[in-house]
């Protein structure tokens, strides 16, 4: 004689069944966030160089900077804010004062750099990728906020 019972068993059964059901579909929920995971960490990323310079101003400072930057790859880009900077003398040209920042950009996401010169100081913002390649340059008025914008281009496959 058996020490289950048929209701027994069928209970045991249907449990066993609803356990391995709960855990196919967590197995299954988790690996679309593996790959979900996966395709951010292997997205293309663009190396930005922001860089405002000025021309005509007495101070060493910008003030109101604010650019775009992804904290990963594949990430939307976020606004790093800074109340104020330090220019720096161009090696190049003794007239002009620097500022830049390097920064990583997701592929075809927006890349923005804006940063306010001294009242008698004409900026100049640039935004170049990989260091080299220019997608966005704009000269302000004397003493105003200068903004550059430009999405980031695809990545030729």
């Not at 190396?47 to 904290?71: P, R």
């Not at 080299?132 to 340059?137: N, V």
């Not at 906020?145 to 496959?157: E, Y």
């Amino acid at each position: 004689m058996s020490r289950f019972s048929s209701s027994d068993l069928s209970r045991n059964v249907a449990r066993m069944a609803a356990g391995t059901a709960v855990l196919a579909l967590g197995v299954g929920l988790s690996g679309c966030g593996a790959v979900d995971s996966f395709d951010k960490a292997t997205s293309d990323a663009w190396a930005v160089t922001y860089e405002v310079a000025v021309e005509g101003s007495s101070g060493n400072q910008l003030s109101e900077v604010s650019y775009f930057e992804a904290e990963k790859r594949g990430e939307d880009s976020s606004a790093v804010t800074e109340d104020s900077v330090s220019l720096a003398a161009d090696a190049n040209d003794k007239s002009k004062k620097t500022w830049s920042a390097e920064s990583m950009v997701t592929a075809e996401k927006e890349a923005s750099i804006s940063a306010t010169p001294g009242k008698d100081g004409t900026a100049t913002c640039r935004i170049l990728l990989d260091g080299t390649r220019e997608i966005a340059s704009v000269t302000g008025a004397p003493g105003e906020r200068v903004l550059c914008q430009a999405t980031t281009p695809a990545f030729k496959k």
